[in-house]
């Protein structure tokens, strides 16, 4: 019973908190967001990051079939079962290798362009 009071107690404090500023400040920090973002700056580095997260989402299966292929190539040569089997475990820690720097190079290129574009925001909002 106690927790059903605390949620309707919560919920009635939310409304009474969420009225007080009215629909008027909700739609004006909506406006100010919306100005922002329509920004050619912001839009421009918006665009970078899709394009690199295209780039990056095409280059990540890529890498991940090259190293299976490596890996096939490798099991398949000449040679004794244990060979076999060392030639394939080099090939595929190399490909994991491969695919680990993709990814973290992916992923530090995103951050600067989020970055760039959180500073390009913060210049138009004047802060």
């Not at 967001?33 to 990051?49: D, E, M, R, S």
């Not at 295209?54 to 990540?60: I, N, P, R, V």
């Not at 993709?102 to 290129?109: D, I, Q």
């Amino acid at each position: 019973m106690r927790g059903k009071i605390g949620i309707v107690v919560g919920l009635a404090a939310g409304y009474v908190l969420g009225s007080r500023a009215g629909r008027e400040r909700y739609e004006q920090i909506k406006a100010s967001y919306l100005k922002v973002w329509n920004t050619a700056p912001v839009q421009k580095q918006v665009g970078k990051a899709k394009e690199f997260g295209k780039t990056a989402a095409l280059a990540l299966p890529s890498a991940l079939w090259d190293g299976a292929v490596k890996v096939t190539k490798a099991a398949t040569k000449n040679g004794s079962a244990g060979q076999k089997l060392d030639a394939a475990i080099k090939a595929g820690k190399s490909s994991a290798d491969d695919v680990a720097r993709g990814a973290e190079t992916t992923a530090t290129e995103v951050k600067k362009a989020a970055d760039k574009a959180v500073a390009d925001a913060k210049k138009i909002a004047g802060e």
